[in-house]
């Protein structure tokens, strides 16, 4: 079967680092993609790792380790407008073209 | 600027009526996905398409059907809307290429009465 899993819910500080981890078990592992969602607004793109090793853009970084069939994405200099709900998904080749699976999200509150 | 866009951003419906959500991208993108999006639940596939006028269910296709007879446009159809219906709907789009990401459109917020 498919599964992915992420915390529900975590909280941090502003101006601190945290990290979002994501574990998932697969068939047809084709990369795995962070997405940024804001209440009330559809997921923006964040990451995509396909290979081993980190991916650094800016204050997000993201991890992958196929072999451990696990992520992290790490936010650093949190701000406020940093919180948000934070979406893992396995790319997955399903036969016709390549599909997300998505985990239920991590909402990440920022407080002062 | 790429752009999906979907018909409405809120929708009410009675039970049993026949829904249409619409959705358009104008990246010339291959592939279109119908999501649906509940709390707790996470988003789910209903129906995607990676061609024109080619369909494949998701993950939760009960209840749904879709039509794809223009590259750019792709459609939702609730043959008899339900309650269970009730949902934010999300579309959204992407190239064939393994590592291409998923652009979505702004969401369909459906209340079925």
């Known amino acids: 079967g498919q599964n992915i899993d992420q915390p529900t819910e975590m909280t941090a500080t502003e101006g601190a680092i945290v990290q979002i981890n994501c574990t998932y078990q697969t068939s047809g592992f084709n990369g795995l993609f962070w997405y940024q969602q804001h209440a009330g607004e559809a997921p923006t793109f964040l990451s995509y790792n396909v290979l081993d090793g980190l991916e650094e853009k800016g204050r997000f970084s993201s991890f992958l380790s196929r072999s451990k069939g696990y992520s992290y994405l790490l936010l650093k200099e949190l701000q406020m407008k940093d919180s948000a709900s934070y979406l893992c998904a396995v790319s997955n080749y399903g036969g016709a073209t390549n599909k997300l699976i998505f985990g239920t999200g991590t909402l990440l509150a920022v407080q002062p | 600027d790429v752009k999906v866009t979907q018909s409405s951003r809120y929708l009410v419906k009675r039970t049993g009526e026949k829904v249409f959500l619409e959705c358009v991208q104008d990246?010339?993108?291959?592939?279109m996905f119908w999501y649906r999006q509940d709390p707790g639940l996470g988003l789910r596939l209903i129906y995607f398409s990676y061609d024109v006028k080619m369909k494949e269910k998701g993950d939760i296709p009960e209840g749904y059907s879709v039509s794809r007879e223009k590259k750019e446009r792709f459609s939702l159809i609730l043959e008899s809307a339900s309650t269970n219906q009730t949902s934010m709907y999300l579309c959204?789009?992407?190239?064939?290429?393994?590592?291409?990401?998923?652009?979505f459109g702004p969401g369909t917020r459906l209340t079925v009465t």
């Open positions: 990246m010339d993108h291959e592939n």
């Open positions: 959204a789009s992407s190239t064939g290429l393994a590592g291409g990401e998923q652009y």
